[in-house]
């Protein structure tokens, strides 16, 4: 059965949510992330997406403490990303209480590098970050388009040991429209070995549904739980 993650995007230690990574399309939904990571944990969820969009734009993380913070008072596993550039954030992240990190632009950017990552950290440990409009992969917060198609990005690491994708479909993203259940049905049957996680555009049940149906690993729930069009608890039939 599909996994469902819930996400918390931090800017300035509050719970924020962006519309297709758009920093002027913010909207303040808490100013306790902890809170709301217990609330998620309070329904049976076991899994957290952190993203430190303060560290995103700063390209080192600013949000440690925030992410100490959930990891000390709940047993989310939790997934940070934001600011992940060296192996410096990559140790205070997993010292901060990160369970895994993902590597998002630079993956894009640095292949080598990320691959060093997958060797020393191990495949369980760094999720690649696939965002992506209309099949190619977007790079620099979303703001550019790449000429790297989706497909080829993720084969790339698929041959040198990434297990785990977390693919972001930044034309949906925030928009509470659904999300690209065709592209990851796609991906699944294409690239069986690896394990996708889909994300942007989660809006109703029925779309968690349609993507357990396509063979997704897991599902990314963010402005839809804060939105109230998901009720957290009608996610208790996904919880095993």
Same mark, same amino acid.
Request: hydrophobic share 45%.
């Given at each position: 059965m599909i996994q469902i993650i819930p996400a918390i995007d931090i800017i300035n230690g509050q719970c924020v949510r962006l519309t297709e990574g758009d920093f002027a399309q913010q909207k303040t939904y808490a100013s306790n992330p902890v809170e709301v990571a217990k609330q998620f944990e309070g329904v049976g969820?076991?899994?957290?997406?952190?993203?430190?969009?303060? &560290?995103?734009?700063?390209?080192?993380?600013?949000?440690?403490?925030?992410?100490?913070?959930?990891?000390?008072?709940t047993n989310l596993t939790i997934d940070f990303g934001g600011g992940i550039q060296n192996d410096i954030a990559i140790q205070q992240a997993f010292n901060a209480g990160a369970h895994q990190i993902t590597a998002g632009s630079i993956a894009v950017r640095e292949?080598?590098?990320?691959?060093?990552?997958?060797?020393?950290?191990?495949?369980?440990?760094?999720?690649?970050?696939?965002?992506?409009?209309?099949?190619?992969?977007?790079?620099?917060?979303?703001?550019?388009?790449?000429?790297?198609?989706?497909?080829?990005?993720?084969?790339?690491?698929?041959?040198?040991?990434?297990?785990?994708?977390?693919?972001?479909?930044?034309?949906?993203? &925030?928009?509470?429209? &659904?999300?690209?259940?065709?592209?990851?049905?796609?991906?699944?049957?294409?690239?069986?070995?690896?394990?996708?996680?889909a994300s942007g555009g989660v809006t109703t049940i029925q779309d968690l549904e349609e993507l357990d149906a396509g063979g997704v690993t897991a599902a990314i729930i963010g402005k839809a739980i804060y939105e109230g069009t998901i009720a957290l608890a009608d996610l208790n039939r996904f919880v095993c």
């Open positions: 969820l076991t899994r957290l997406h952190l993203v430190d969009l303060d &560290g995103a734009r700063a390209k080192e993380p600013k949000n440690l403490a925030v992410l100490e913070a959930i990891a000390t008072q292949p080598g590098k990320v691959q060093e990552w997958l060797v020393k950290y191990g495949a369980e440990k760094i999720i690649i970050g696939a965002d992506f409009r209309d099949n190619y992969i977007a790079i620099n917060a979303w703001a550019d388009q790449s000429t790297v198609l989706l497909t080829d990005f993720i084969d790339q690491y698929v041959t040198v040991g990434a297990k785990t994708f977390i693919c972001t479909d930044v034309s949906k993203d &925030g928009k509470l429209q &659904g999300p690209a259940t065709a592209t990851y049905a796609e991906l699944v049957r294409s690239t069986p070995r690896a394990a996708f996680i």
